[in-house]
């Protein structure tokens, strides 16, 4: 049986590649992802993993810990084969490879088919380990997977922590426990605006007026959160909504039904779909459903699609 361990290393060197000269484009996510559907029995969990290294560009430092991971995870001449395989597929795949993208691939072989296998390989392997400072230096090069939890979790909060770890000019005057709670405010309330379709730019201002005035953030602050919330997609609202009722008191809860009509507003109309999705959220939020109705009644009849209780 393959080893899992195996596959989920090779689909993120795999990725690395694509990054190789740094974009990867929807048609190379579309093309990737054709490829690692081959590996078997991915769980749901583990596809969120992949993803996190489709997101956001995988740089020298990070590839390299990736391809040494991979080679110390090649035991078997099987296991050789079947990533030698993968690469080819890859390329294949691809009708354009970049020439980054073909040289990253060609070290990739070249450390695969280097790996020593058997009970001698697993040995020196050992020995590696104790002995190797660049071993040493590579457990020290970036890991995004230290960070997975938010990823899954609080995806707002992850992302502007990942740009913060990136960007040496981006620093934020906001204590980590409040950040989390913005950034589950903030995809909460871009679930509101996307009921409609995309969200549009009234939408995003009022999201960042929001988080200004009920969370007093500095307005280059709140662009960014509302900014990274309407770019967060394909979240878990059921758990976010969870997870923000467990860091907010009651009061917190029922006003923020105010800061989510604000935002069905914003095109000054709040639409069926709009209020309903609201109204499952307090839910979640476990603000009682008199509250929820004094929240939707503060909302001018005529900026409801249906103004009827």
């Keep these: 049986m393959t080893d899992a361990n195996l596959m989920m290393t090779l689909g993120k060197v795999m990725i690395a590649i694509g990054w190789a000269d740094g974009q990867l484009t929807p048609e190379e996510i579309n093309q990737l992802k054709d490829v690692l559907f081959l590996l078997p029995n991915l769980t749901a969990l583990q596809w969120a993993e992949l993803d996190m290294y489709m997101e956001a560009p995988v740089h020298d430092a990070e590839r390299a810990r990736l391809v040494n991971e991979l080679q110390q995870r090649v035991h078997t001449q099987a296991d050789r084969q079947l990533v030698l395989h993968a690469l080819d597929q890859l390329i294949a795949a691809d009708g354009a490879v970049s020439p980054e993208e073909q040289a990253a691939v060609q070290k990739v072989r070249r450390v695969v088919e280097a790996a020593e296998v058997g009970l001698v390989g697993a040995l020196?392997?050992?020995?590696?380990?104790?002995?190797?400072?660049?071993?040493q230096a590579l457990s020290q090069a970036p890991n995004r997977e230290q960070f997975f939890d938010d990823y899954v979790k609080n995806r707002v909060y992850y992302e502007?922590?990942?740009?913060?770890?990136?960007?040496?000019?981006?620093?934020?005057?906001?204590?980590?426990?409040?950040?989390?709670?913005?950034?589950?405010?903030?995809?909460?309330?871009?679930?509101v605006a996307r009921i409609e379709g995309g969200i549009n730019t009234a939408e995003q201002a009022v999201m960042s007026d929001a988080l200004q005035t009920h969370w007093h953030i500095a307005p280059e602050e709140a662009e960014l959160v509302a900014q990274v919330a309407t770019e967060a997609d394909d979240l878990d609202y059921f758990r976010t909504a969870r997870e923000f009722q467990k860091s907010c008191t009651y009061e917190e809860c029922v006003s923020f039904m105010d800061v989510l009509f604000a935002i069905a507003t914003a095109d000054h109309m709040a639409t069926d779909m709009e209020i309903e999705t609201i109204r499952k959220l307090s839910v979640l939020l476990k603000v009682s459903h008199r509250d929820f109705l004094a929240a939707k009644n503060r909302v001018p009849q005529d900026q409801q699609e249906n103004g009827e209780n």
């Design 124 to 135: 020196n392997r050992f020995m590696d380990v104790l002995t190797d400072r660049r071993q």
């Design 160 to 191: 502007i922590s990942r740009r913060q770890r990136e960007e040496q000019n981006l620093t934020l005057n906001i204590p980590d426990e409040k950040l989390r709670k913005l950034g589950m405010a903030g995809a909460l309330m871009a679930r």
